[in-house]
């Protein structure tokens, strides 16, 4: 079965500076998505970045980009110039082919920026 | 776009009474709509997956007599917790997919939270 882990529990950054979220995974396909979601206080799930395993280019979008190892069956997000709207909940999920697509979620970050 | 809606946002019922939550998706037609539960400070737990068209498809140890879920159109769901005890007290979140888009990403309504006296 797939899963997802997210070992940093809870994580902090300075305002302005950059951090790293680590995600792992373990499938045994080939293709597949990748996903990170954020979670505000307001919980609120949005969508950061996704990643699609058959794309060797790893993903950005604005402040916020993903190292996608497949090999390693790895998928971290950063975010640079961290900003305090960005603290919130992180969520790295897998998207399951089979089993009507099911997202498979990781325990999440929680990170806080200080100011 | 990819907009999804959640009704009520706040619920408060008595024990033994039954409740209803909408998940709309405003600006797509969602053939496939997820019910979670999230406990504080705690990751999403899948509850069922919703076809419309068709019976939702529970995960286990989910009670489909209590939960009941029927997505009766393209851009409609509905989660009715029926005969609610305190333990049902929890946040509950619907998500849909759009399926014009092959990433499968889903886009999740803001959630409901139920308390139940």
Redesign the interface.
């Given at each position: 079965a797939q899963t997802v882990t997210q070992s940093q529990p809870e994580m902090s950054v300075q305002e302005a500076e950059t951090v790293t979220l680590s995600c792992t995974y373990d499938t045994s396909e080939s293709d597949y998505y990748l996903f990170w979601y954020k979670q505000p206080p307001s919980r609120q799930m949005i969508l950061v970045i996704r990643q699609e395993a058959y794309k060797q280019q790893n993903a950005t979008e604005n402040r916020f980009s993903v190292n996608f190892q497949k090999a390693a069956k790895s998928f971290s997000l950063k975010i640079s110039d961290s900003q305090l709207g960005d603290a919130a909940m992180y969520f790295c999920a897998y998207n399951n082919a089979g089993n009507n697509r099911k997202l498979i979620w990781g325990l999440g970050t929680s990170l806080a920026v200080n100011p | 776009g990819a907009v999804v809606s959640q009704h009520p946002s706040r619920v408060i019922c008595k024990s033994g009474t039954s409740v209803k939550i909408e998940c709309r998706s405003l600006d797509f037609q969602a053939t496939?709509m997820?019910w979670y539960r999230?406990f504080p400070?705690?990751?999403?737990m899948?509850m069922a997956?919703s076809?419309e068209g068709s019976k939702a498809?529970y995960e286990q140890g989910v009670e489909k007599d209590k939960f009941l879920i029927n997505h009766a159109s393209l851009t409609l769901s509905t989660l009715t917790v029926t005969s609610a005890h305190p333990e049902d007290s929890s946040?509950y979140?619907c998500?849909a997919?759009d399926p014009t888009r092959s990433?499968?990403?889903?886009?999740?309504g803001?959630?409901t939270r139920l308390t139940v006296t």
């Open positions: - | 496939t997820f999230q400070k705690q990751s999403l899948l997956t076809n498809t946040f979140i998500s997919r990433s499968y990403e889903q886009y999740f803001p959630g």
